[in-house]
Antibody
Framework: QITLKESGPTLVKPTQTLTLTCTFS??????????VGWIRQPPGKALEWLAL???????RYSPSLKSRLTITKDTSKNQVVLTMTNMDPVDTATYYC???????????????????WGQGTLVTVSS | DIVMTQSPDSLAVSLGERATINCKSS????????????LAWYQQKPGQPPKLLIY???TRESGVPDRFSGSGSGTDFTLTISSLQAEDVAVYYC?????????FGPGTKVDIK
């Protein structure tokens, strides 16, 4: 059974750097085809994808936030860390991490959907 | 970026009646090499993370009731709840995983009439 759990500060001040940790179980980020992504959701709003990291250290970022994001993994600890610099009140959101896999589908390597997701952690940006 | 739109924004349906949610992508999410539509549907209840309902546009996730079905191809997709139950009250999101940046629709809120 795959589970993920986000942890980090609940309150950060504007201009500060946010560091979130996703701790997971039921899979290993040293296994081929495995990835973890971060997605956020401002209160009452839609989901926004932020970043992805794969077992081979391939990293992808949302173009609109790329300059502020860094995603890393610690395979030995089963953790993925997301840092976001220069936090602003508009970054107030619930931040989720989620499992993603790459599989062969009818002979084609396919990057799949997010499943499952962690419970999320609400981060408020306020002075 | 592939922009996902959904309609309606919200709908209220009587218990036991059909609910239909539409999702449109700004470009095709059908990959010709494997004839798969890279489109998923999620259900999100208040205070909970999104739950996967449908992937490949029409494949129901294990454990999801068969009243949920997905259809469509290319740029136009539909999620249908054939007989709405009280526990189906939620926001539903479509999601394209065809390419990065990965994107989600704005959500459709489903309530009981």
């Amino acid at each position: 059974q795959i589970t993920l759990k986000e942890s980090g500060p609940t309150l950060v001040k504007p201009t500060q750097t946010l560091t979130l940790t996703c701790t997971f179980s039921g899979f290993s980020l040293s296994t081929s085809g495995v990835g973890v992504g971060w997605i956020r959701q401002p209160p009452g709003k839609a989901l926004e994808w932020l970043a992805l990291i794969y077992w081979n250290d391939d990293k992808r970022y949302s173009p609109s936030l790329k300059s502020r994001l860094t995603i890393t993994k610690d395979t030995s600890k089963n953790q993925v860390v997301l840092t976001m610099t220069n936090m602003d009140p508009v970054d107030t959101a619930t931040y989720y991490c989620a499992h993603r896999s790459i599989t062969m589908v009818q002979g084609v390597q396919s990057h799949n959907w997010f499943d499952p997701w962690g419970q999320g952690t609400l981060v408020t940006v306020s002075s | 970026d592939i922009v996902m739109t959904q309609s309606p924004d919200s709908l209220a349906v009587s218990l036991g009646e059909r609910a239909t949610i539409n999702c449109k992508s700004s470009q095709s999410v059908l990959y010709s090499s494997n004839n798969k539509n890279y489109l998923a549907w999620y259900q999100q209840k208040p205070g909970q993370p999104p739950k996967l309902l449908i992937y490949w546009a029409s494949t129901r996730e294990s454990g999801v009731p068969d009243r949920f079905s997905g259809s469509g191809s290319g740029t136009d997709f539909t999620l249908t709840i054939s007989s709405l139950q009280a526990e189906d009250v939620a926001v539903y999101y479509c999601h394209q995983y065809y390419t990065t940046p990965l994107t989600f629709g704005p959500g459709t809120k489903v309530d009981i009439k």
